[in-house]
């Protein structure tokens, strides 16, 4: 019998206990989750959950009225993110401006064998390849945590995918259907401007660990693909997302702040005032 993909079995819960369920029936968790994501909302209002497209960032769809939100959901401990070819993750660095020196950083600790390109004779554990790329490791994180890379890698990661014809997610929604924490692109961002993102050692761009998906040391090679993968985690994911939705709901993102917006009566005004609620009850009546 194959193992339980635990991941597939808490968002298929989630989907049955959302999916056309009156707004004002729902769990405290799960209503909190939608006024979160769509802000004020009707207790007698309809909400409906779809899944989202497959290998996209969604993992499922809210729909409330007239408005969607794309949710890409977690569960685990420490979250991977993202996987990755590196034969598409290299060349979309490249694209955003990481050079070739640290390009060939990432591939020389991706596949651990003193090879750019895998084809080295014997593969080391990351301690060994740590040791081995110290200080490459250390001028390469220099480069891969400015602000700017952070944020092209991290919504690639998190929240477009490599697919630019699809829905991004709109929020990262880290439990279950019980208990969970939600965070918006938005808050996000804002996140990510405010951190230091020189604190670890180990090769990072921002919260996002790379690491390789299968070095396969000291073992014979079952699956070639594997170790073509590149894999992208969030350490301590599930404290990050609560912190986040906590402490970046007060204020205007400064990138809104010469949006204008309507309030509830169609007025239009400058600079509002999100509510306590969050952004999404403001960025809803963004005029596009």
Not at 112 to 119: A, P
Request: charged share 30%; net charge positive.
């Amino acid at each position: 019998m194959a193992p339980v993909n635990h991941g597939y079995r808490k968002e298929d819960e989630m989907k049955t206990f959302l999916n056309n369920k009156v707004a004002g029936t729902l769990s405290q968790n799960l209503r909190e989750l939608v006024i979160n994501l769509f802000g004020v909302v009707d207790p007698n209002g309809v909400v409906y959950c779809e899944d989202g497209i497959d290998f996209t960032k969604p993992d499922f769809v809210l729909s409330y009225l007239t408005k969607k939100r794309y949710v890409s959901m977690k569960s685990g401990r420490a979250d991977i993110c993202h996987t990755e070819m590196a034969n598409t993750f290299i060349p979309f660095l490249r694209s955003i401006g990481v050079s070739e020196e640290t390009l060939r950083t990432i591939l020389l600790h991706h596949y651990g064998d003193g090879t750019v390109n895998g084809t080295g004779k014997k593969r080391y554990d990351n301690r060994q390849v740590y040791e081995w790329l110290k200080d490459r490791i250390k001028k390469a994180n220099i480069e891969l945590n400015n602000l700017e890379i952070i944020h092209r890698v991290c919504d690639r990661a998190l929240f477009q995918g490599v697919r630019d014809d699809v829905p991004p997610a709109d929020a990262i929604y880290h439990g279950d259907y019980e208990h969970g924490s939600v965070a918006s692109r938005v808050q996000i961002e804002l996140y990510l401007d405010d951190k230091n993102w020189l604190y670890a050692e180990n090769l990072h761009c921002g919260p996002l660990f790379i690491r390789p998906h299968a070095r396969y040391v000291d073992v014979e090679i079952k699956k070639e693909i594997q170790r073509q993968k590149v894999v992208l985690y969030w350490p301590n994911m599930p404290k990050d997302i609560a912190y986040i939705s906590k402490h970046y709901n007060d204020y205007i993102p400064e990138k809104y702040m010469d949006i204008e917006c309507e309030d509830s009566n169609g007025i239009l005004m400058q600079k509002p005032k999100i509510p306590k609620r969050g952004l999404w009850s403001w960025l809803n009546k963004k005029k596009y």
